[in-house]
């Protein structure tokens, strides 16, 4: 048989319009795949040397599209670092469960994504809605429902409205009284097993050596969490755990997700528990007169798809010299995915891809 | 785990088909957007001074200020309005965190359909402003949505003073308590140090209001800049571009700045004037020549008279002398300063700082002739013929009276006669119960200055002031005013003097009269009184500081013949010209009564006396 090149994307199953990949087939055997981002390029990070340390605010969290927060998170918490500014102890913890709702978010749509590809839409349908159900809960709180722009420098942007603790407690358990139907109809469901099972498979030392983070390498069975490894906000006041699986594979996944998606819920109730009283704002200089020390910081959160660090320089203006993030998806779309896709079927880059949980913005940034 | 499930399970999902679907029917079916919601702007133009920081801070540049040729700005705002373009705007609110009046909000509309991408641009306004376009909930409609058709009551995301993205609250200043201070003339404000000014002059938001506010069009902004970047050099530089005694006006000036400082709706204004203090307070005067680079100045060959060494005097003399010529002062008294060493207390500005200023100017090459009095030791015929020309600052150094019955009793006196002496040294009169009738910034002074001898005296602190205008509108500086009270002294706003009751030739007090009012309808000064409600003030001894007058008495005949007038005032031009060119006119004389307007006039005399003998206008 033949070789054949094969332009696969931007718009296919497994990403939809800004990532591709070229494939080197024979039959429908994959002989390499070679990644081919560079759709949604839109040069965030120069772009924030160009804007003050506040400017730059409302701008970090376009980055990742499906997943805002973290990216506020981690900017915060890099400009904080540089210019040593403390946060209150009750913004700590509010970041903390505005983080985790945006866990369970980010998972919901992922759940969207995944079922939507493989043709499980009644179970997208769910995930979409009860993913819609956070985003008016970031609106309350936010007043904004996709971008939220937050967490800033100092803390958090306004402090919970009345009631809003409720409000989190009653989305969450509507939302958590449909776990078993997801399970019936998607987790545990035959298809869905066949499909996913064996799909992308790695091993945990490959896992590790190809520089995978998040569920690639915690469904590979090492528990390695930033919110455990390097604790921020206030997870290490709390107690948690971390869902591994041994398989490495896109069954393995997906579970992985599930279980995190749940633990996170308990993480909120948890966190809710205990929330301390106080202010939430400790406010940074005027933005037109607000030069941060010169020095350099390396920061990392854990986000819904693994370790996500920015590394931030700053030369004493008001402006940072030097901004670079190291996003999970950039080892995951991009090496792992690579490596995967040798040896797999054209009908499975799509659902290899997906489990991998790569999203483009990540990557193009 | 990795077992394949085995069951029927997932068609439990066929249940849902018999549920009520989730989605909202759009436009039929409508979420009500939260409380905090992010939407277009709303903008309450009462309230916007259009001081520009929307539009600064925005980070898509979607913000433009329009200058609305409606609006007539008061002063120290402008007449511009922020024209907001939703094809840039990301709805991220920064403007709103940043809104020092908190005019800026966003409202819960966030609909606007439209096939012409030029309507995209909004001019925000509110429901206040803006009747046609804001609806009532019950004639809005969701089908006509748009940016000129909003629903009123509709805000979302608002201003809140905690997270603002500005710092409303002053680094305080600190200061000698008033029971120390009152027992003796030493300066009551310490001054910033460096590490209270960087953080000050990091408040400001560079919005300017100030600079069009400042009588002399300081460079506010500029040098408030160089302070907080630790520059203060540069900052001294900006400074002496418009204003040859910071010294003294960053310690005494009426700082309009402050009152028109964007940060004053909600907060505290910057403290601009203890700012400039600090920055010329850091440089020794040895260093001023070589930081204003003013160690050589050519000479052009032609010379000023200066008569009166006040603020203007000083001001045009050190322009002039910066352009070349050669400025000549004469002063009647023994030192250079005017009122302000003669009218000020030490308390408010010592003499070392006074006399910085002055020796600053002296080392310019400027020449102060004190104990010349024109008309006696010199004339004016001999000014104009020595000199190219001659520019009059003398002031106000008359007081007036109220004339009421009593007044020519020999223990009523003029305050501004009493502070001259004083800050000369001399001794006045000081009885243990005093009655000071104004309430402006002199008597204050002199009420001040009155419980410190009252204290060295007596031991007791036993002064009443009484005004004409309520508290609210008195004309005194508000800091002044608390700082009077804090000192012991009693203050009657709403009150005139009716008699001075007199009794075995000795004064007993003053019989007061409610005053109504001040201003009548037209703004004009016409006091209207309650002749039933009446009060004594008691007091052994009168002081009346209710304004000044200038003193012409210096001015030949023919001279006064020659000049213009409007009303009682002489007529000049922008730059202080009469209608005798040679001859201008400055300080208090021309405007104010005060420091700042006084050095505008010296300064702005100084280019019209350059534009006169270089180009004869």
Redesign the interface.
Known sequence: MKELELYFGPQHLGMVGNFSITLKVEGDRILEATSNPGYLHRGFEKLMEY?TW??????VC?INVVEPDHMEMVYAMAVEKLANIEVPERAHWIRSIYLELARVGSHLFGLWAYSNMLGFD??AQWAM?HRDLIL?LF??????RV?H?YIWPGGV??DF?DGFADKIVKTLHSIGKCVP?YD???F????F??RA?DIGKITQEEAKEWGGVGQVLRATGVPYDIRKVEPYAAYDKVDFKIPT???GDA??RV?VIRDELIESVYLIFKLLDKLPLG?V?N????????KVPKGEAYVRVESSRGELGLYMVSNGEDKPYRVHFRTPSYPHGLTILEKVLKGASIADVGNTMISLYVTAPEIDR | MDKKPKNLRPLKAIRYLFKKPKTLRYPFELKEPAERYRGLHLNDWDKCTGCGNCADICPNVAIEMKEIAEIEPEKGEKNERPEIDYGRCCFCGLCVDICPTGSLRLSRDYLHIHFDPNTFSLLAKDEKTDKEHFLPEEEYSIFKASLAHRKENYEGFAPDLIYALFDPERIPMSQIPPEERKTSFIEQVKGFNQKEATREASRCLECKLCEDACPAGMDIVDYIRNIWDDNLEGAARDIYKTNPLPEICGRVCTHNCESACALGYQGEPVSIRWLKRYAVDSIPLEKYQKVLGTEEIKSIGKKVAIVGSGPGGLAAAYYLKLMGYEATIFEKLPKAGGMIRYGIPEYRLPYEALDKDIEYIKSTGVEIKCNTTIGEDITLKDLKNEYDAVFISTGLHLGKSTGVPGTDHPDVFQAIEQLRKVTMGKEIKVTDKIVVIGGGDVAMDISRTLVRLQLQEFGVVDITVSCLETRDIMPATPEEIEEALEEGIDIYPGWGPEEIIIKDDKITGVVMKKCLRVFDEEGRFNPEFDAQEKMELKGSMVVEAIGQVPDFTFLPEEIKKGLEYEGRRIKINEYGQTSTPWLFLGGDLARGPDVINAIDTGHKAAKGIDRFISKNE
């Open positions: 804007r506040i400017q730059n605010f409302p701008l376009r009644t179970v809605y008016d609106e309350e709180l936010t007043g904004g971008y722009i942007r306004r409205p139907d019936d109809t998607f545990n469901n035959p298809l097993y066949e099972h699986r041994k398989e069954y393995s579970w202010k704002y406010r940074v200089p005027n933005p037109f007169k607000w």
